[in-house]
């Protein structure tokens, strides 16, 4: 049984390489709406619609792509998951994370919920993991 990805009952995932376990919940009441990732003790946030939007910018890519995961402060490879969370031509104009300081990593944490609901698949190697829409 799946969990309904509430505060009382989060998703919990784990890395694509399979080094790290966190959580992830919606949070509907935060402005703007969000995905609320715990990693630890720090506190990461994403627009709540990221999930939407990169199943459908993965659908109409029709390929595998690189996830590319990347602190906000360094430079997001070219053409991954990373890249596209936070470009200007996304759907929102730029950063899907929402806590200054801690936007980036989009490619490491929203590809496995993806994955947990169903929307996409991905590759689970110790490095340059991948993923595609289903």
């Not at 939407?52 to 997001?76: C, I, M, S, Y």
């Not at 994955?115 to 289903?134: F, K, V």
Request: aromatic share 8%; charged share 20%.
């Amino acid at each position: 049984m799946t969990s309904s990805g509430t505060t009382s009952d989060p998703w919990t995932l784990t890395t694509a390489p399979g080094t790290s376990t966190y959580t992830m919940y919606r949070d509907p009441d935060h402005e703007p709406p969000a995905l609320v990732c715990q990693v630890g003790s720090t506190t990461l946030r994403y627009r709540i619609e990221a999930v939407e939007d990169l199943h459908g910018w993965l659908t109409a890519r029709a390929e595998w792509v690189l996830l590319g995961a990347a602190d906000e402060k360094k430079p997001a490879a070219p053409d991954t998951v990373e890249a596209w969370g936070r470009s200007p031509d996304n759907p929102v104009g730029g950063w899907y994370g929402l806590r200054n300081g801690y936007r980036g990593r989009f490619g490491m944490y929203l590809p496995l919920l993806l994955e947990e609901l169903g929307l996409a698949e991905l590759t689970h190697n110790a490095r340059n993991n991948s993923m595609r829409a289903l």
